[in-house]
Structures are given as structure tokens and as C-alpha cells.
Nanobody, 123 residues
Framework: QVQLVESGGGLVQAGGSLRLSCVAS????????MGWFRQAPGKEREFVAA????????NYALSVKGRFTISRDNAKNTVYLQMNSLKPEDTAVYYC????????????????WGQGTQVTVSA
């Protein structure tokens, strides 16, 4: 059974930084893309970033490009989301996901979801 466990969320002031982590188990980690989605109150879940199995290909939502960086450590079965220059509109529950590729995940086709971690950015 695939499990995705996120950590690293919290409360931060605007302009600050946070790093989210997600540890995966239950499948061959390096064979699959990994990604992050988020859902703000009253809004639909949206794509944030994705990374290929070998870590070479990445993709970002326009709203976070240049501020967020996705990376992975296949030896640790872990994917990270470094979030800098945070804004109040980044406030959301952030979900770790896994899927076939960066392209499929960008199009909201994912295989598994984590339980989510709350990120709150105060003005």
C-alpha cells in the first residue's frame, strides 16, 4: 500500500520561508513522478509543482514559479518543496502526490495523495 506522509507546514509571516517534506513508501520511489498540490478554503485543489522520477524534469504553477523549488532524494524516498517569499495567498493545505509523470500530474492525474499539511502565511 502506498503511503505519503507530509511534514513541515506551519505559520509564517509574509516574505518568509518554509520547507515541506514528504516521505513515500509502498512503491519504487524513483520510478514515479512526485508532486505537490494545494487547496485553500473555499477553492478547488490546484497543482503547485511536480518532478520526474530521476529529478531532471520539473514543472511549476505560474503563481509559484521563481519562489518555490521542488526536489527529491531517491535514497531517502523523500520529496521536498522549498517555499520562499511566501504570500498570504499561499495559505492552503498542501498535499503530496505521486503519479506517472510530470505531464500527467500537471493535468491533475495522480495516483495517490497524502493527508495534507497546513501552511498559513500571515500578512
Amino acid at each position: 500500500q502506498v503511503q505519503l506522509v507530509e511534514s513541515g507546514g506551519g505559520l509564517v509571516q509574509a516574505g518568509g520561508s518554509l520547507r515541506l517534506s514528504c516521505v513515500a513508501s509502498g512503491r519504487t520511489f524513483s520510478s514515479y513522478g512526485m508532486g505537490w498540490f494545494r487547496q485553500a478554503p473555499g477553492k478547488e485543489r490546484e497543482f503547485v509543482a511536480a518532478i520526474s522520477g530521476n529529478g531532471i524534469i520539473t514543472n511549476y504553477a505560474l503563481s509559484v514559479k521563481g519562489r518555490f523549488t521542488i526536489s527529491r532524494d531517491n535514497a531517502k524516498n523523500t520529496v521536498y518543496l522549498q517555499m520562499n517569499s511566501l504570500k498570504p495567498e499561499d495559505t492552503a493545505v498542501y498535499y503530496c502526490t505521486t503519479g506517472a509523470s510530470v505531464t500527467t500530474m500537471t493535468n491533475l492525474r495522480v495516483d495517490y495523495w497524502g493527508q495534507g499539511t497546513q501552511v498559513t502565511v500571515s500578512a
